[in-house]
């Protein structure tokens, strides 16, 4: 309160998973500036043009204020008890027709973690179902399964501090000088300092310009060119023997599967020359701190937990993780708070701090702290909910933060979902495309006006604070979930934000160390911290790895095609991410001054591609796939190669996620957003 009174609060910014600390600076109930802390231990000085300049939305006439009810097809102004008392009906309707599992929640990184906990407490004590679930399902789903199954922890190995020791660097499926530009000027910095740098992507994203290799591997072969650094490392003996003697397992199979990628086979199946590929194995293999940060072009896939598996590979035969000196493998998460929403257990199959909900123990432990039985059956994934909807047998689906219906792929059957489903309730900041088609909209509080922690990419919690408050009747979510539970006659305790960490804690050893109090004290903890008299592990594993056996385990995992291929209908492949300007479906960022910096989603292609579909820069373009169609303005651009296009999704009205395609990871659900074939018709 007295950060609010003198107009002087630190937070930590709620775009991207950098989680830089920032100062911001208040005036009159409005923001006069937002500052990078200078003692941020992420981001020490620096923000990015999002952190920095997009707050404006807070302000945005089109703000939320009164929740809104579906009265004769209108969203009407209600009041919150009556917007209460219509949901509460509602989901006991659902539980009276379909049981509790005919109710689903979707979560997201825009909930503190506090609210996170809050949300998956709710499910499972108040409605009794594991139907919960939260956005990392559509980004790093397969780096937390791949890593648990590497390492035994779902996170990065090691932090940021740590890779900014190597002396050489994997950068694989990420641009972080636009997607996390406070990472990619570390990454940058190391790099003029004198780091050897390999940049795996088919675009030539930032840092590449920068590269001493570039593997431009056609979207969609990961796992092939992956394995083919991994035979060469073997082949060559670029690995650490005695590390793989005592702290490994699987590699016999492992070599039986490398004996058929070699440098020709692998240049085949991904387009980059066996001579890329063998200096790209040499200079990774010969280093002495080789560290590896990856995103979403990794994970994004049909088999993207095999890519992140077969990654894992690299680093585990060469040593460089488990080491105590840092280095390791490495998500760039790509939201604010995607780490902590699924620390916190707002997933299907796993509870706060990673406990299955298959495990009788881990039930019990939670049933001891929450009072009540925790349901044994491993909910819906997010996609899994869609289809129930549109099957009939969902009855109830509450969206916090989420805009599904522009940011989900085949957004078509995403909407249509939500209009076949008997009661959508959505918490959001605006009318957004997914709240256009809710029931009952609640209004809500943005990251600006919250109270509790996000964790970042490198698994350090870290306080958010409110600079503001709340306009109007809105919310924040944490309000809003207790309001719900008050509303059904539940009692969910954890009465303030620092109340249910403290609960998190006693139920999670990974967290148990951790608290408000602590992270106001020391500014940042990160996770495992089991010890509140102990530091946070930044670099993990140091004397074993965390599976059940203590072993770092390899995995050999074949090559398979992705779901789709150009043919002739569709003879382009079309990769999404984002820009540097804006965030996701641009909710928050298009509603402030960086719509200046970027006003549409572009369409980036390479010039021979324009030729050959005679466009010129800056002319409309519609895309079509199998799914749907997008109208997008041309960028010619020599960082593309001939064959594949590239653009952002920041303004649903352009509908590129109608266009992506239905294929998603074998093992996590997550949708395969980087490979999609297209065709271009100018207009
Ligand atoms: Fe930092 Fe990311 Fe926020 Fe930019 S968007 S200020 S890099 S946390």
């Known amino acids: 309160d007295r950060a609010r009174t003198s107009g002087r609060t630190r937070t930590t910014c709620g775009y991207c998973g950098v989680g830089c600390s920032l100062e911001v600076l208040t005036r009159d109930g409005e923001i006069v500036a937002v500052l990078p802390d200078h003692d941020g231990p992420v981001n020490r000085g620096h923000a990015c043009v999002k952190g920095r300049f997009a707050h404006g939305f807070l302000h945005a ?34 539980v009276a027709a379909g049981g509790p599992d005919a109710v689903a929640a979707i979560s997201s990184a825009r909930a503190t973690n506090e609210e996170n906990y809050l949300i998956q407490k709710f499910m499972r004590v108040a409605v009794g179902t594991n139907n919960v679930d939260n956005c990392s399902r559509l980004c790093h789903a397969p780096s937390a ?45 190391r790099v003029l300092h004198g780091a050897r740098l390999i940049v795996a992507d088919p675009r030539t994203v930032g840092l590449a310009h920068h590269a001493d290799v570039h593997l431009r591997s056609q979207p969609g072969s990961n796992v092939a060119l992956f394995n083919g650094l991994a035979h060469v490392m073997l082949a060559e003996g670029l690995v650490d023997d005695d590390f793989l003697r005592h702290r490994v397992a699987g590699l016999p199979e492992l070599t039986a599967l490398l004996a058929g990628y070699g440098p020709d086979r692998v240049a085949a199946l991904t387009g980059v020359p066996a001579g890329d590929l063998l200096e790209a194995a040499r200079l990774y293999g010969r280093a002495e701190r080789p560290a590896i940060v990856y995103g979403l072009g990794v994970t994004e896939h049909l088999h993207g937990t095999d890519g992140v598996r077969a990654l894992a590979n690299l680093a585990i035969l060469r040593g460089a993780v488990g080491t105590g000196h840092g280095f390791g493998i490495n998500p760039l998460r790509g939201q604010n708070n995607v780490q902590g929403a699924s620390d916190m257990g707002a997933l299907p199959d796993l509870l706060p701090g990673y406990a299955k909900v298959t495990d009788p123990a881990a039930r019990a432990r939670a049933a001891d702290v929450w009072g009540a039985p925790v349901p044994d059956r491993p909910g819906m994934r997010i996609p899994e909910m869609f289809a129930a909807a549109r099957a009939g047998t969902l009855q109830a689906l509450w969206i916090v933060g989420e805009d599904v219906c522009a940011t989900d792929p085949d957004t078509v059957r995403v909407t249509e979902a939500l209009e076949t489903c008997p009661l959508v309730v959505c918490q959001e900041l605006f009318l957004s495309e997914t709240a256009r088609h809710a029931d009952v909209v609640l209004p809500a509080a943005a990251w600006l006006e919250k109270d509790g922690t996000f964790v970042n990419f490198d698994r350090r919690f870290q306080r958010v604070r409110p600079a503001l408050d709340p306009p109007g009747d809105a919310r924040t979510d944490f309000a809003a979930v207790h309001a719900l539970a008050s509303a059904l006659g539940v009692d969910l305790g954890c009465r303030t934000p620092a109340e249910t960490l403290a609960e998190c804690a006693r139920m999670a050893p990974l967290f148990a160390g951790i608290s408000h109090e602590r992270l106001d004290r020391e500014g940042a903890v990160s996770w495992p911290c089991p010890d509140s008299l102990r530091p946070g592990e930044a670099s993990l594993y140091r004397e074993r790895f965390s599976t ?13 095609p992705p779901g789709e291929t150009p043919d002739d209908r569709y003879p382009l492949v079309l990769v999404t991410g984002r820009r540097w300007a804006h965030y996701n479906s641009g909710n928050m960022t298009r509603r402030t001054a960086n719509l200046q ?72 659900s997550c949708p395969e957003y980087k490979v999609t074939a297209v065709r271009l018709i100018p207009g």
Do not use: I, K
């Not at 969203?75 to 919150?80: E, I, N, R």
């Not at 940021?160 to 940058?188: I, K, Q, S, W, Y």
């Not at 072993?551 to 995992?557: I, N, P």
């Open 597 to 668: 910096l970027e006003g549409v989603d572009l369409l980036d292609l390479h010039p021979a591609d324009a030729a050959r579909y005679g466009l010129g820069e800056g002319d409309p373009v519609t895309v079509r796939s199998r799914y749907g169609r997008a109208v997008l303005t041309a960028h010619l651009s020599d960082d593309m190669v001939p064959g594949q296009v590239f653009c952002a999704f920041h303004f649903p009205s352009s509908g590129v996620n109608t266009l992506t395609s239905r294929h998603a990871d074998t093992v996590t």
């Open 548 to 560: 059940s056996d203590g072993l770092a385990h390899l995995a050999a995992c074949p090559y398979l």
């Open 145 to 189: 399964a791949g890593l648990t199954a590497a390492f035994g922890l779902s996170g990065g190995t090691d932090s940021l501090d740590d890779v900014e020791g190597a002396d050489c660097l994997l950068l694989v499926g990420a641009n972080p000088v636009e997607a996390h530009p406070v990472v990619g000027a570390r990454l940058l910095r």
């Open 61 to 94: 006439s089109e703000r939320l204020t009164r929740p809104l009810l579906r009265r004769d097809g209108l969203l009407t102004p209600v009041s919150w008890s009556e917007a209460l008392d219509h949901v509460a009906r509602g989901l006991r309707a659902a």
